[in-house]
């Protein structure tokens, strides 16, 4: 599954509805539960007046549904799932001084409401229209948060869907198992079914508690802030390789690269090899980053920061919700380091890593007094975790986010998909092409060398070396031999989501 941009989706001809969600002023009610930390800085942080409060923010997914639009199962299609899902039944209000509230709805009150859009057929002037209308709608202050869209294919006899979110009630994690999901709900409706009931469609609201509840136990000496401020060292976050940069006008859209890196074939040699070896995807995929890094650009250490889920129980299983914290990872390589010793030192960096995963990074910057935000980033998501995942590419199934305008950040996702492995990426305008597509290539190059030079550490004896059989921990996502573990604890530790 790519992680992309829309306006890189061909949506097919056809007809546009959007559906939207409503409900009545008197539905709403006052909530006591916190909002996370995250969630209440990212409201504090945006402008109520700004005309575009979607721009650069939102995101979503977009796949196509394998049966005909019947348009009243689609509605209450959409209207079972927000009636499941909490978050999308809530909202905040800024009309007291201070932090935002929590405001939620009834989800008796929910209804569904959809809008042809007429003399709008032509599959490229609604993917412009589409990305125009969330950067114009969707907004952390004003409900509702999540728009759909259906294009009606009547020579094919089937539609597509495309959902977008503000990121406020949906992260990576949701943004894949919303296809689904809602494809499950949408053949419920039409055989007439009851819609599934789970006791994993938690609130986000209630995790919303907890996560705070453990943010205000952090203080100065807490080993969380201790891994920060160690990272944080210098006084500055990380850059994606600053010298590269040239200046570019602020207001020019970042460019946006999604490739495939290895095809099938190729990832599961790699990843026989790190069976033998006794490394995960993910030790590997950051081992190669760090090593194309010190290549294409002279630097031995990485640092970079890394979203990981935080779904830390069954019951936000299936939520749709933002359940995201972000870590900080510090990879230091001597000169001219091969990919064996890169791997057993990433690894390392990233179960230093785990110190900082239940503690919120905001609150720990808070603590630090660092105003900065993250600006290099890199997410790992290996969608083998997520229930029925070979389906997801024959619905032409893509998680979306917006462009961004950014003059300085740099974010890296890899993706271990069914057939193949994915990164895409998103730069600065003033970034050269030329010098992310070498850094690209480099990094799938460190990649493939896995497979010699593993096979040249373990030809004498036939046994691996010492440090290669380490146990595997946390942190690390399954290869495919080990038996797939699709709890909680495994979704943490596999789903490194944006």
């Known amino acids: 599954m790519e992680y992309t941009h829309l306006s890189e989706f061909e949506i097919r001809s056809g007809t546009l509805s959007m559906w939207t969600p409503e409900l009545a002023a008197a539905a709403w009610r006052p909530d006591d ?59 905040v209000t800024t009309a007291t001084a201070g932090e935002s509230r929590r405001l939620v709805g009834a989800p008796a009150a929910v209804d569904i409401a959809e809008r042809p859009v007429a003399g709008l057929t032509d599959g490229a002037r609604i993917n412009e229209f589409l990305r125009d209308t969330f950067e114009q709608r969707l907004s952390p202050l004003v409900w509702p948060h999540c728009l759909a869209a259906t294009v009606e294919h009547a020579d094919t006899s089937d ?44 609130s986000a609201a209630d995790f919303a508690v907890l ?37 570019a006008p602020a207001d020019l859209p970042q460019p946006s690269v999604s490739r495939r890196l290895l095809d099938l ?20 995929v950051f081992a190669a980053l760090a090593v ?51 791997m057993d030192l990433a690894r390392t960096a990233l179960r230093r890593s785990r110190s900082a995963n239940d503690a919120s990074w905001s609150r720990v910057l808070d603590l630090l007094e660092v105003a900065e935000t993250p600006r290099f980033g890199i997410s790992f998501l290996d969608i083998r975790v997520l229930p029925g ?43 050269p092409a030329e010098v992310m597509d070498e850094f690209l290539t480099a990094f799938g190059q460190a990649l493939i060398s896995i497979t010699a030079t593993a096979h040249a550490d373990t030809s004498v ?33 596999a789903v490194q989501a944006g």
């Not at 010492?466 to 604890?489: L, Q, Y």
């Open 292 to 342: 194309a890094n010190q290549q294409r650009f002279g630097t031995d250490r990485m640092r970079t920061v890394m979203p990981i889920a935080t779904r830390p129980d069954l019951r936000w299983m299936e939520s749709m919700g933002w359940f995201v914290n972000v870590v900080p990872v510090d990879i230091a390589l001597q000169p001219g380091v091969g990919i064996t010793e890169a």
């Open 389 to 431: 995942y070979e389906l997801v590419a024959d619905l032409r199934g893509r998680t979306l986010r917006a462009e961004s305008y950014s003059s300085d950040e740099v974010f890296l996702w890899v993706v271990r998909a069914a057939d193949g492995l994915y990164v895409s990426t998103r730069y600065p305008a003033g970034f």
């Open 461 to 493: 004896g036939g046994h691996p070396s010492m440090s290669a059989i380490a146990p595997a921990g946390p942190g690390e996502v399954p290869t495919p031999t080990e038996p797939r573990d699709v709890g909680a604890d495994a979704l943490r530790l």
């Open 33 to 91: 539960r916190p909002l996370t930390s995250v969630h209440a800085g990212y409201c504090a942080s945006v402008d109520p007046a700004d005309p575009l409060p979607g721009r650069g923010r939102w995101i979503g997914t977009v796949f196509e549904m394998d049966a005909p639009l019947d348009r009243s199962a689609w509605r209450e299609t959409l209207r079972r799932w927000h009636t499941r899902h909490e978050g999308l039944r809530t909202t």
């Open 159 to 202: 539609f597509t869907v495309l959902v977008a979110a503000d990121h406020s009630v949906m992260d990576a994690y949701s943004q894949a198992i919303l296809i689904l999901e809602l494809r499950t709900l949408y053949r419920e409706v039409i055989a007439g079914a009851q819609a599934r009931e789970s006791v994993t469609f938690g």
């Open 265 to 284: 074939a190729e990832l599961e040699h790699v990843e026989a090899v790190l069976d033998q070896v006794r490394h995960r995807t993910s030790v590997a």
């Open 211 to 247: 996560e705070r509840a453990r943010a205000a136990e952090l203080d100065a000496d807490s080993p969380a802030v201790a891994t920060w401020r160690e990272f944080l060292a210098d006084g500055a976050m990380p850059r994606f390789a600053p010298h590269a940069q040239r200046p």
